[in-house]
């Protein structure tokens, strides 16, 4: 480990850059991009998921262009690339920003909170740039103070800047409140504000009348879907999304290369924790035509500040903040239906791809919120979102899989969430909780299934749900997630073979777990079975078993625990057999 005084502090939530380089923070060098950006169109809209590095990189850009920053420079940017490759266009322009994810998303109070926060952002940028703009009396600051409506603000302002320099607007997380208004209040309130003479697609009107002949030179936005820029511009006119663009696919988020840089900064070994941090954060392909995967920025800095805390890996992998801001898009799942809650259609696209493993699709550009249910556009605004991700090309079709740890444990709460808030069934997950203990520790395992079983008979509703083999195999992957104990696979290889559930003990969250779990599932149609069939069906599983068993990599990732295989038979949604293979001696 690195002397502490010599170690930088975690940047952990921290999205200025000033702060990040003035106060010896950790920097992941992400300058070169600038050249990038300028390379491209003047107008950009580049969508990335939840907590994955946007606000940041506009805060470099804001501090790299800001002409009012310009003795400050060599302070903030010395030691990255761009310090020894500046561009002409280097503090060059006023810089304009609006953060929406400041803006209420209360129905009752958006409008003014809206206006209040263009308001705020555009006296501000009066007051820093007074000396270049010559707002001598203070005209126009008592001008915009005294104005309610943004569009007014915003036209006042472009008026005034147009012949005394050009302005970089940069608006950061520009469809947060939007999101908010769809998830809690609905799609009409929704579409009031972004349709017609909505007062949010105005405003984009005064902004796209800012570009043609005003000051506005350049534009940047972020966000995390392409719904709202749909609907509030007919399509993205003004500009280029640069969503896809392999040029800007590393831009935010970590590299491996820069993960383990930063791990070897703390003392912390990569071996131990790139390989969990691989399976738990890595994997989003955010261009087909690019092959290096990104970590998302925000859970890696979480899982390094737990880490140094207790110099072992976190107990909790998941990020709270990231479990909350994902919790958002249950309005995609569940509908309210003449006051009573549904799972609707994407509810069952999300079991599909847990059954499946992956789905393909042509990843859709653009889309309005009414066509969000459209099959196509649903699966594209899951890859948006960053609960789908690149897998590879073929057929002339985009594959796309679960990235990661963190986002399959998150379909896992959505499919357990539906259940429970459409009342289609629910279980005491604390009781479920103290069963996978014995299990883990005292190998009984029998308690859990028959409880599992058990409620499945009792609550009927759920029946719709786990129709066949697979639906089977999903519910049980469902609950075998509630518990940390265990990383569940399914569909895994092993010796040539695919075993159909696999409980990997989470040795390095709880090192003194004594059983792991090898589930063979099968399933009798009821109109089918008999005694025979059971018959056929569990020497199978026991082929099966043994063949797996043999799996050197499967020892490895055992390590001292007590591998039980199970056998587990149903005909319907009844248990009809459960079983463990009996090692020879």
Same mark, same amino acid.
């Given at each position: ?51 994955? @590095? ?82 001598? #009396?203070?005209?126009?600051?008592? !001008? ?44 009409? $309130? ?20 800012? !570009? ?40 935010? @988020? ?41 970590? *998302? ?77 459209? !099959? ?60 996978? *203990? ?32 697979? @639906? ?8 075998? #997630? ?26 390095? $969250? ?51 625990t007590c591998m039980v295989k199970l056998i587990l038979v149903f005909s319907g949604i009844e248990m ?10």
């Amino acid at each position: 480990m690195h002397k502490k005084e010599t170690l930088k502090k975690i940047p952990y939530g921290i999205s200025d850059f000033e702060i990040i380089r003035r106060e010896h923070y950790y920097y992941v060098e992400k300058t070169k991009f600038i050249e990038k950006i300028e390379d491209s169109l003047r107008y950009l809209f580049f969508i990335r998921p939840r907590r994955f @590095g946007k606000s940041l990189w506009l805060s470099l850009m804001e501090q790299y262009y800001d002409i009012a920053k310009k003795e400050l420079f060599e302070e903030l940017f010395k030691g990255t690339y761009i310090y020894d490759n500046p561009t002409e266009e280097r503090n060059s322009y006023f810089i304009l920003k609006f953060n929406f994810s400041e803006v209420s998303s209360d129905i009752n109070e958006i409008r003014s909170s809206f206006n209040q926060t263009i308001k705020i952002a555009c006296l501000n940028f009066i007051k820093r740039y007074n000396d270049y703009l010559a707002d001598t #009396n203070g005209e126009m600051y008592e !001008t915009i103070k005294s104005t309610e409506e943004a569009s007014a603000i915003l036209k006042y302002l472009n008026s005034f800047v147009k012949d005394r320099g050009k302005i970089y607007l940069l608006i950061d997380e520009y469809d947060n409140f939007t999101n908010t208004i769809i998830s809690s209040t609905g799609q009409e $309130q929704y579409m009031a504000i972004t349709h017609g003479e909505g007062f949010y697609r105005h405003f984009f009107n005064v902004i796209k009348a800012g !570009t043609t002949g005003g000051p506005i030179s350049k534009l940047f936005i972020t966000g995390v879907a392409p719904v709202t820029m749909d609907d509030i511009t007919s399509g993205f006119n003004i500009g280029d999304n640069i969503t896809t663009d392999p040029a800007f696919n590393e831009m935010v @988020g970590f590299t491996e290369t820069e993960v383990k840089e930063m791990l070897n900064h703390y003392g912390i070994s990569e071996d131990l924790a790139t390989e969990v941090m691989k399976n738990w954060y890595n994997n989003y392909l955010f261009s087909e035509y690019e092959e290096t995967r990104m970590y *998302n920025s925000d859970m890696s800095l979480y899982f390094i500040k737990e880490y140094l805390k207790i110099d072992r890996l976190p107990k909790d992998m998941l990020d709270y903040n990231i479990r909350i801001d994902y919790n958002k898009l249950k309005y995609l799942l569940i509908i309210n239906h003449k006051g009573s809650l549904r799972v609707n259609g994407n509810f069952e696209k999300l079991k599909t791809i847990l059954e499946e493993g992956q789905i393909t699709a042509d990843i859709v550009n653009s889309f309005p919120v009414e066509r969000v249910a459209d !099959t196509e556009n649903f699966i594209s605004l899951l890859y948006y979102f960053g609960l789908l991700t690149v897998k590879d090309i073929s057929r002339g079709m985009t594959n796309l899989i679960i990235p990661n740890e963190v986002i399959r444990q998150l379909y896992y709460e959505y499919i357990r969430d539906g259940y429970r808030d459409t009342k289609v069934f629910n279980i005491d997950l604390y009781n479920l909780g103290k069963l996978f *203990n014995i299990m883990a520790y005292d190998g009984k395992w029998e308690e859990l299934f028959i409880y599992l079983s058990t409620e499945m008979n009792k609550q009927t509703s759920i029946r719709d749900y786990i129709e066949g083999e697979r @639906g089977i195999q999903t519910f049980f992957r469902v609950y075998l #997630n509630v518990s940390n104990y265990y990383i569940t696979r399914t569909e895994f290889e092993l010796n040539k073979g695919y075993c159909d559930i696999l409980l990997l003990p989470n040795l390095a $969250q709880y090192p003194d777990i004594k059983y792991s779990y090898l589930i063979e599932l099968k399933y009798i149609k009821p109109t089918e079975y008999n005694e025979v069939k059971l018959e056929e069906k569990l020497k199978d599983a026991e082929e099966k078993l043994k063949k797996y068993r043999d799996d050197e990599g499967l020892k490895k990732m055992l390590g001292h625990t007590c591998m039980v295989k199970l056998i587990l038979v149903f005909s319907g949604i009844e248990m009809v057999y459960k079983g463990h293979l009996t090692e020879e001696k």
